[in-house]
């Protein structure tokens, strides 16, 4: 199981950034994708995960209009694309891969989540 993250890096407060998740080891539609930040000094947080199976989504409250997360299954990558970022968003992103069957929900608890990925840093500056 592997789970390649790329797309962070440096941008001014209100900019943009699309974060790319590629899985492969694992049947897609079998697990929920999940994206989770770490800001330095702080706890691990959910921000959105989306269910490949059916396409659910959850997003955390502080991202809700902002971000938006995506799935192609035909090329098992999931996207999280992140507008208008606040300087409070720096931190290192990840994504992760849990378990999922049909009428489970999305799952937003770090511990549902397996596979992780390598994490990607971003910087957002005022």
């Known amino acids: 199981v592997q789970l390649v993250v790329s797309g962070g890096g440096l941008v001014q407060a209100g900019g943009s950034l699309r974060l790319s998740c590629a899985a492969s080891?694992?049947?897609?539609?079998?697990?929920?994708i999940g994206w989770f930040r770490q800001a330095p000094g702080k706890e691990r947080v959910v921000v959105s995960c989306?269910?490949?199976?059916?396409?659910?989504?959850y997003y955390a409250d502080s991202v809700k209009g902002r971000f938006t997360i995506s799935s192609d299954n035909a090329k098992n990558k999931v996207y999280l694309q992140m507008n208008r970022l606040k300087p409070e968003e720096t931190a290192v992103y990840y994504c992760?891969?849990?378990?999922?069957?049909?009428?489970?929900?999305?799952?937003?608890?770090?511990?549902?989540?397996?596979?992780w990925g390598q994490g990607t840093q971003v910087n957002v500056y005022s």
């Open positions: 992760a891969a849990a378990p999922w069957r049909r009428g489970w929900g999305t799952p937003v608890e770090l511990v549902a989540y397996d596979y």
């Open positions: 080891g694992f049947t897609f539609d079998d697990y929920a």
């Open positions: 989306i269910s490949s199976g059916d396409g659910s989504t």
